[in-house]
């Protein structure tokens, strides 16, 4: 029978930190390069970008399952946490996103708050090096280059943040050093993205540590990225 290694909490933080950094250097090197060369859309810098930070996430964890003997699909999966969402799965991702969304709103709320009444200025929605404009007529059509990379983006952070590295950390708060990590994570994001980003970054490691089933962090943290994007990219969110 195929046994999970365990991780060291040494382990994780290299593993978390190495990607942090890459990501770093990718906003420092392929983004400004792509800006360089093309006259895209600015937001097509990002999709492309995604593609370089997100397969290798997909890639490694893949590779790190089978180096445990997971060599069959099936296994992989089975390596990875990754099975069908039962009644006690859908209870945690369907409350695990309403309690997300109002988190949210009640974050946008503050902030307003804080703006409207003490001069605060309002939380940003849009990272340092995405240049987000509602995409016209046909650079609609751009959304079909992003929704391979927001695959990539989310499959990949929770079958390795999740799947692979907090089922196998054997600590006592393994979801909250996860949840830390995770948020350092998006460094590179910002400060105003990384207070918004607070719940997120708590609910789905603590969802995934009451399910053990990685598809219930791919289904919230999916739901949750994925309209907001579409309805800023299409215009219909500021």
């Known amino acids: 029978m195929i046994q999970d290694n365990p991780i060291s909490v040494r382990k994780t933080i290299v593993l978390f930190s190495v990607f942090t950094i890459y990501f770093f250097f990718l906003l420092f090197t392929v983004h400004p390069f792509l800006k360089s060369i093309t006259v895209w859309n600015p937001a097509l810098h990002w999709f492309v970008t995604g593609y ?5 996430m997909v890639a490694y ?3 790190s399952v089978k180096k445990e003997g997971c060599n069959s699909q099936s296994s992989i999966l089975r390596g990875l946490n ?16 309403l309690i997300l969304f109002a988190c949210t709103g009640l974050i946008f709320g503050i902030s307003y708050v804080l703006s409207l009444y003490f001069g605060v200025r309002e939380l940003s929605t849009t990272p340092w090096f995405i240049e987000m404009h509602p995409l016209q007529g046909v650079e609609r059509l751009l959304l079909l280059i992003w929704f391979p990379m927001f695959c990539f ?9 999740r799947g692979y590295i907090q089922k ?13 990590l995770w948020l350092m994570f998006h460094l590179p994001f910002g400060i105003d993205l990384m207070i918004m980003l607070v719940p997120i970054m708590v609910i789905v490691p603590f969802a995934f540590h009451k399910t053990q089933n990685t598809l ?3 289904f919230i943290h999916g739901m949750y990225n994925g309209p907001i994007f579409v309805a800023v990219a299409l215009g219909a969110m500021p």
């Open 82 to 97: 990754i099975r069908g969402l039962n009644a006690r799965d859908w209870k945690y991702s369907m409350f695990g996103l």
């Open 153 to 161: 983006n989310i499959v990949g952070e929770e079958v390795l943040w």
């Open 52 to 56: 370089f930070l997100f397969m290798p």
């Open 168 to 180: 196998r950390l054997s600590v006592k708060y393994t979801w909250p050093l996860c949840s830390l």
């Open 61 to 63: 964890a893949v590779y």
């Open 216 to 218: 219930v962090g791919i």
